[in-house]
């Protein structure tokens, strides 16, 4: 059997970037709390997102949580989420006891549909906050989104975690809403073993949710608490990490891009295969390489012989407005979501890939259309 190929593995920079920093963080003993890296990090992500603030925190789910918390998203809030996502967008909503609203996707952009969007803000016209997802790296509806959001005078709140390095007309994503939130785990574009960013143009908000992020301390010589507190922030030496790999975030998303191009060119004409498609107002990073099966080949058939051949794939995210813990929530829209999620496959998209293994995925994958 060939060597293992994953989905989207942990690649740090050839150069070394990463321990190059950490050592710094060891040698002048800035372990923790804090230090030189998280504020170097938070300046480049803010710099790169062209946000006029950032705060490094442990994950890309207390970013989403701080990020409802900062708009004023409280107990028995309405919170618009897109149905097609990763549980860790929606989680937060019930941090906050606020309720969610699922929105349904648009083919166009497998994201949130914008005339749901504005259908759901009729019928709910309190709503609080609206939280977008660019899945997969590829961007939303922006404008639209953007458009209808101020016209319901409701915040919106990007999840951009797998969107790091997509830009949306010339502008990178995350920094449309009144915050924008990226995620450095392990399988994300670039990593720090663990970790999150919230982004906003909103300098005080951004102070605000730091606060929150070093349990609320007051400043005051004793320690005094004016408000809940949370233990959100970044250690300086993942901060390290997520420093050295900003510098190869351009050759990631190259070879994200590439990988996607390939698959396209590869399988983009068997029967029944449609990618996820890329808008003109979109350069996506192609996080994960995704395709719908329409014809007699089915999801399961290639994740099975992927598997076979010790390649590693997986299914499309099920929708929150199908998951069990969800049930109760309303929703807004048709099928869609549900028929990526039914017919969709994300193949593997791991940047240490070579030609080689796209190949071998390649012709595994062709091999069922040929019985
Ligand atoms: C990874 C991810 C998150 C959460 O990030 P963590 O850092 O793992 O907490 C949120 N939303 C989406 C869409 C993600 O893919």
């Known amino acids: 059997m060939g060597k ?3 989905l989207a593995s942990p690649h ?10 950490v050592k710094e963080a060891f040698d002048t003993n800035w ?3 804090l230090g030189k890296n998280v504020d170097e990090f938070e300046k480049s992500i803010a710099q790169k997102v062209g946000c006029k603030a950032a705060v490094a925190l442990s994950t890309g789910t207390s970013a989403i949580h701080l990020a409802l918390k900062a708009v004023g998203v409280g107990e028995g809030d309405i919170v618009m989420c897109q149905s097609l996502t990763f549980s860790a967008t929606a989680n937060p909503i019930i941090y906050q006891n606020a309720k969610p609203v699922y929105i349904d996707s648009d083919y166009r952009t497998w994201n949130m549909d914008p005339d749901m ?3 759901a803000l009729k019928k709910y016209p309190n709503a609080k906050a609206v939280i977008v997802v660019h899945l997969y790296g ?3 509806d922006l404008d639209r989104i953007v458009q209808i959001c101020k016209k319901y005078n409701v915040a919106l ?3 951009a975690a797998e969107a790091l390095g997509t830009y949306y007309k010339g502008k990178h994503v995350g920094s449309f809403g009144e915050f924008g939130v990226f995620s450095f785990n392990g399988n ?3 990593t720090a073993s663990s970790g999150g960013m919230l982004v906003s143009n909103d300098e005080e908000k951004i102070a605000k949710a730091k606060f929150w992020a070093c349990q609320s301390r007051d400043a005051a010589r004793h320690y005094q608490h004016s408000e809940l507190g949370f233990n959100y922030r970044m250690s300086n030496i993942i901060a390290g990490i997520g420093r050295g790999q900003l510098k190869v975030l351009d050759e990631r998303v190259s070879k994200k891009r590439y990988i996607f191009e390939f698959y396209k060119r590869e399988l983009g004409m068997l029967e029944g295969v449609e990618f ?4 003109d107002w979109d350069e996506p990073n192609c996080w994960l390489s995704c395709m719908t099966l329409h014809g007699n080949v089915k999801p399961l058939d290639i994740m099975e012989a992927l598997e076979e051949e010790n390649i590693e794939s997986r299914p499309i995210w099920k929708p929150m407005h199908m998951q069990p813990f969800y049930a109760e929530c309303d929703f807004i829209g048709e099928d869609i979501s549900k028929r990526i999620f039914e017919s969709g496959i994300c193949l593997p998209s791991d940047t240490k890939m070579t030609d080689e293994d796209l190949n071998r995925v390649i012709k595994t994958i062709k091999g069922l259309w040929k019985k």
Do not use: Q, W
């Open 4 to 6: 293992r190929i994953y």
């Open 12 to 21: 740090m920079s050839e150069e070394g970037h990463e321990i190059k920093y």
């Open 31 to 33: 372990i923790a709390p």
């Open 117 to 119: 969007l504005e259908e």
């Open 138 to 140: 590829f961007s939303a």
């Open 157 to 159: 709140i990007e999840d």
């Open 188 to 190: 994300k574009i670039i």
């Open 276 to 279: 996820m498609p890329v808008n």
